[in-house]
């Protein structure tokens, strides 16, 4: 579901001729394709899976995360079958490492939070409050890979992607051997009223931008988008010690 045109090729040509002169609209890519990528998938069930199919059931459990609707849509042929969703999404997450991309040539950010899933149950159980971490790398780079359509089990998964819990233990005279030097105060000039000063003086006159873009100007050029990549949760709650000194050795 990378652009029209890429959904468009995968259909053959003699069927996406034939499905323009079935339509009147000016502008009917997006249709062609997702009735191409539907009759691809109702004669060939057993040895493909269309791009929009799959797509769209994956979008689908995203937002509502509803087996009934996918299923519904599946029986209309309009999407992949939630089992095959379900696979789909095992299959991605088996296959992704927790490796960051091009570390070495970006400036990577680790992030962590609270995170919490499932917290509406009926009954109160099933619920998840731990830690999530992510990685915000700079300058990003794209990166495509093909997912295998495998039979992963959760504990295979469970291991690719494992914290090792460090439990934390306090020191009573961990502050005994601290020493601190005398700190020299040195006066530093502040040079950044010049930017605040060229920035009121600039925007009454209408021909200079934001002040994001004098910072812009400013600090060079723009390094690209980041990429941000999920990393593994820590099953325990984000308030706790060993939660929070396991999270700091996850990357050290």
């Known amino acids: 579901m990378e652009s029209e045109t890429s959904n468009a090729d995968y259909v053959p ?18 249709k062609i394709s997702a009735i191409g990528h539907a009759i691809i998938q109702a004669t060939r069930p057993r040895s ?13 459990h995203h937002h509502f995360s509803s087996r ?13 079958s939630y089992s095959e969703v379900q696979k789909f999404e095992m299959n991605a997450a088996a296959s992704r490492s ?20 499932n917290i509406r149950s009926l009954d109160g159980f099933g619920t998840f409050h731990g830690m999530g971490i992510i990685a915000a790398s700079t300058p990003g780079i794209k990166t495509a890979r093909s ?3 495998t039979n ?7 291991a690719l992607a494992k914290i090792n819990i460090k439990f ?21 000039e502040n040079k950044s009223w010049k930017l605040d000063l060229l920035s009121k003086i600039c925007w009454p006159l209408k021909f200079s931008a934001s002040w994001s873009a004098i910072m812009h100007k400013t600090s060079g050029s723009y390094p690209g988008q980041s990429n941000i990549t999920f990393l593994p949760m ?18 050290l």
Not at 98 to 117: L, P
Not at 152 to 158: M, R
Not at 234 to 251: A, G, K, V
């Open 13 to 30: 040509r003699s069927l996406r001729i034939f499905l323009n002169s079935l339509f009147s609209e000016a502008d009917c890519v997006t």
């Open 48 to 60: 493909v899976i269309a791009p929009l199919q799959i797509g769209l059931g994956i979008q689908m």
């Open 68 to 80: 009934f609707l996918i299923d519904t849509l599946f029986n209309l042929g309009f999407c992949s």
């Open 98 to 117: 927790t490796e960051i991309a091009n570390e070495n040539q970006s400036v990577v950010q680790y992030i962590a939070d609270n995170v919490d899933h």
């Open 147 to 149: 997912v295998p359509r």
């Open 152 to 158: 992963p089990s959760i504990k295979e998964i469970t």
């Open 168 to 188: 934390y233990k306090e020191q009573s005279n961990s502050f005994q051997k601290l020493k601190y030097e005398v700190f020299e105060k040195r006066e530093i």
């Open 234 to 251: 820590i099953d325990l709650n984000p308030s706790d010690e060993s939660c929070i000194y396991t999270t700091l050795h996850f990357r």
